[in-house]
């Protein structure tokens, strides 16, 4: 009713863009008993109010897909009103984890724990795996949601028989909701969502005797300001189409200590340093646009009453935050007791070089290690496709490496922008490794660690070079150290 007394023109500006928040913020409608006169006001908040159509015949053209932002919203597909989804990825039936991966995994698991740290899983359904209900002709009939449930719970079972705590996501998978799990054109949860999942995590992390050795701290969740959400695949419609649907809007949530802690315990150490840590996608991150702040973080702490750090990503894929905490001085330190990653169920975790970063930083380098070599070296400045050596084992320092399966590189660059490189190592057979590295972009520390696989046992390593992606534009120290792994 509120709508309908307001001016046509203001009225359309509120309906098509940002304007809205602070209008929908004062009326506060409940969309989920909405009388016939909240109409208008409910199809605001799904974002109904642009004309159709609200897909166009591009979206099947696979060119559209070629390259840029567009290639992971491949292919974009319209469901019931008010819903898009990504049929390679929401729809996606199986969930496979190759040999490699399951033993790169496995290592992973020992070698946190070998730092006295357990690793929780919650893997993240697809769209389609929670709302498949949604899906139109011909994507209902050619989704097999039984067989996507299938291969969901057996990756969850691959991944406990490796080690992890895995939460039971499957009452989340079959179970009724009152809420929505996922925004209906955006690849995020809801709050929701980041809720009934937090709960899952809590419930299999408290039957966890160890647990209990962890200090309790009371938290408590309020509802906080409206979400306003576009939406990514909504935006990707716009572009290529001209047209979409306008703003959704979801309540948010805030999570804060029942009792504040006092600055002066904290700054004479009578608080405990947080012994759980968070690591994700940007579902879980903490960031400083509140509108996109979806509190999975603030749920964990509410159900779990312990403090956690959070050091989820966005724009850092699968793995990027999982890299940030292994490199950062809290885990090298030994202070945690559980790592908790929220991990998207359609990231398959086949990438070895990834893996070949992220085991050697689990071990944390060579601190522990038997070194072999060590350098220090200033690279000039430099142009892309330029070499520079960093480590040359040879002559009357060199060290034999044959015999050994796997060496490691731990190196510090003075320059924590450098991300865009290979690696050559040169093996006195003639063999060489050459591995391409693509750093996270918000990745905020020169560390780097790479696992060597020489080609043969019998060769010795001679030298190890950089060659540059990106400029190098002034002068960089490198600090490199070779030892076992």
């Known amino acids: 009713m509120w709508l309908r ?11 098509g863009g940002g304007l809205a928040m602070a209008a929908l913020a004062a009326a506060e409608p409940n969309t989920s008993h909405a009388g016939n006169d909240d109409a208008e006001e409910e199809a605001v908040l799904r974002g109904a109010f642009l004309k159709p159509p609200f897909t166009c015949e591009a979206l099947s053209d696979p060119a559209t897909y070629a390259a840029g932002s567009m290639a992971s919203m491949r292919q974009l597909i319209a469901g019931e009103t008010y819903w898009y989804f990504r049929s390679e990825v929401d729809l996606q039936q199986s969930f496979h984890l190759d040999e490699a991966s399951q ?5 992973l698991v020992s070698r946190l724990a070998q730092r006295g740290v357990r690793l929780v899983v919650m893997l993240q359904p697809t769209r389609g795996l929670m709302h498949s209900d949604a899906l139109l002709s011909p994507w209902q009939e050619q989704y097999s949601l039984a067989a996507a449930r299938h291969s969901f719970l057996k990756k969850a079972h691959t991944l406990r028989a490796l080690g992890a705590i895995v939460p039971d996501m499957e009452p989340v998978l079959t179970g009724q909701h009152e809420k929505e799990y996922f925004f209906r054109r955006d690849h995020h949860w809801t709050p929701y969502g980041a809720d009934v999942s937090a709960r ?28 306003r959400k576009m939406g990514t695949m909504n935006v990707a419609v716009s572009s290529v189409c001209g047209n979409a649907y306008g703003f959704q809007w979801v309540r948010g949530a805030v999570t804060s200590p029942v009792e504040r802690i006092d600055s002066a315990d904290a700054l ?3 608080v405990a340093a947080p012994a759980i840590a968070l690591v994700g996608t940007s579902n879980s991150d903490n960031r400083d ?40 001085d809290a885990y090298q330190s030994g202070q945690f007791r559980y790592l908790i990653w929220e991990l998207p169920v359609s990231y398959a975790l086949e990438d070895q070089v990834v893996w070949r970063q992220l085991l050697p930083e689990a071990s944390g380098g060579c601190a522990d290690q038997t070194l072999l070599a ?12 330029e070499r520079a050596e960093v ?11 044959a015999g050994k399966d796997h060496l490691l590189l731990d190196m510090n660059f003075s320059d924590s922008n450098f991300k865009q490189f290979y690696v050559l190592a040169y093996y006195d057979d003639g ?13 905020d520390t020169g560390r780097f660690m790479l696992r060597l696989d020489p080609p043969s046992r019998h060769s010795n390593l001679l030298s190890v070079l950089l060659e540059f992606e990106q400029p190098v534009a002034a002068a960089m120290e490198v600090e490199v150290s070779l030892c076992d792994y």
């Open 5 to 15: 007394q307001l001016p046509d023109r203001v009225r359309w500006l509120l309906i």
């Open 103 to 107: 033993a790169a995994f496995a290592e």
């Open 200 to 227: 899952q995590v809590a419930a299999a992390m408290l039957a966890e005797p160890a647990l209990d050795e962890l200090p309790e701290i009371a938290f408590e969740t309020q509802p906080d300001i409206l979400l």
């Open 268 to 270: 004479f150490g009578d």
């Open 289 to 328: 646009e509140r509108y996109k702040n979806y509190n999975f973080h603030g749920y964990l702490q509410q159900y779990l009453s312990r403090d956690i750090v959070n050091f989820a990503m966005t724009g850092g894929g699968a793995t990027g935050s999982l890299e940030d905490l292994l490199l950062s």
């Open 374 to 385: 060590s350098e220090k070296v200033t690279v000039p400045v430099a142009s892309i496709d």
């Open 391 to 401: 480590l040359a084992n040879s002559g009357q320092n060199r060290h034999l490496t």
């Open 431 to 443: 063999q060489r490794e050459k591995i391409r590295i693509r750093r996270p972009a918000r990745l």
